[in-house]
């Protein structure tokens, strides 16, 4: 069946330093969605991705869409610590959305 | 606008027990709805997600069964529950199309003993 992978699975990063977290799909999707969740919370949407190798910005968040579709990555350039949080990617294929296990990002003041 | 409500937020049930979520939305008609649980610190799993009233599609053979009795409402249950049931379910909803964000619920949080 469908499965997406996201790696690494913990990230910490100095206050300041750049993450990167990446995402695999083991088939060609419609789109990949990208959501935060913090500690206690519900995923919370952040962006989705539909077109092939489509780049998108967020003030410090870069989020792309691999040429085949099959993968994607978050890129978040300068850390906060309101930047902590697990980051899931999801990807679509018709009515089903599956999620990657996510990142885990912990900032070190 | 558009809600989505979970409950109950916290439960905790013995090993054995029956199991009753419910979800619901409101501010809107036909929408696509889902299923996730999650273990301690792990990834979304998906259980169940339905496109339209008395339609389930299951992704994972399981202790658990999902209902939609009505456009707006979600049920997950069990007959029997299990240690390994133990996790925080999560109902989300979307627009009846293939794109769009996923807006979950607050979650259940769920404790098997």
């Known amino acids: 069946g469908q499965q997406v992978m996201q790696i690494p699975q913990y990230q910490h990063v100095q206050e300041g330093e750049d993450f990167t977290t990446y995402c695999n799909s083991s088939t060609t999707l419609s789109n990949i969605q990208w959501y935060k969740q913090r500690p206690g919370g519900h995923p919370v949407f952040l962006i989705q991705?539909?077109?092939?190798?489509e780049v998108k910005k967020q003030k410090r968040l870069t989020f792309q869409f691999g040429e085949a579709k099959k993968n994607s990555s978050l890129h978040i350039t300068a850390t906060q610590t309101t930047d902590v949080g697990t980051y899931f990617c999801a990807g679509s294929r018709d009515d089903k959305i599956i999620f990657g296990k996510g990142t885990r990002l912990h900032i070190l003041p | 606008s558009q809600t989505i409500h979970q409950w109950p937020a916290t439960l905790v049930q013995p090993v054995g027990s029956p199991l009753s979520l419910e979800c619901t939305v409101e501010g809107t008609s036909n929408p696509n709805l889902y299923w996730y649980r999650q273990a301690a610190g792990r990834g979304l799993q998906l259980l169940f997600y339905?496109?339209?009233?008395?339609?389930i599609s299951s992704e994972v053979p399981q202790n658990l069964s999902a209902s939609r009795p009505q456009d707006r409402q979600f049920i997950l249950s069990s007959k029997k529950l299990l240690l390994s049931d133990s996790g925080f379910y999560l109902c989300?909803?979307?627009?009846?199309?293939?794109?769009?964000?996923?807006?979950f619920g607050e979650g259940s949080r769920l404790t098997v003993l």
């Open positions: 339905s496109v339209g009233i008395g339609q």
């Open positions: 989300a909803w979307r627009y009846g199309r293939n794109t769009g964000e996923l807006f």
């Open positions: 991705l539909v077109k092939s190798g």
